[in-house]
């Protein structure tokens, strides 16, 4: 993901939502909080990110040994 503010790639991070602002507002908008690591400023965006993937087992647990 590329910066809006300085355009570097690859420097967002998602943040936690701070404010009533953002936890009443920006969800409904479908805006996520992001803070630029190159400039260190915030950015609203709409993008989630990379959800953490949940299925890292090749084999389904109820198949695994017990
Ligand atoms: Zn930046």
């Given at each position: 993901m590329q910066c809006p503010?300085?355009?570097e790639e690859d420097?967002?991070?998602r943040m936690e939502r701070v404010g009533w602002l953002e936890k009443k507002f920006l969800?409904?908008?479908g805006f996520y909080?992001?803070?630029c690591s190159g400039c260190r400023k915030r950015?609203?965006?709409k993008?989630?990110?990379e959800v953490?993937?949940?299925h890292t087992h090749p084999v389904p647990p109820s198949l695994?040994?017990?």
């Open positions: 503010k300085c355009s420097v967002m991070r969800p409904i908008f909080p992001w803070e950015s609203m965006m993008d989630r990110g953490r993937k949940r695994l040994p017990h």
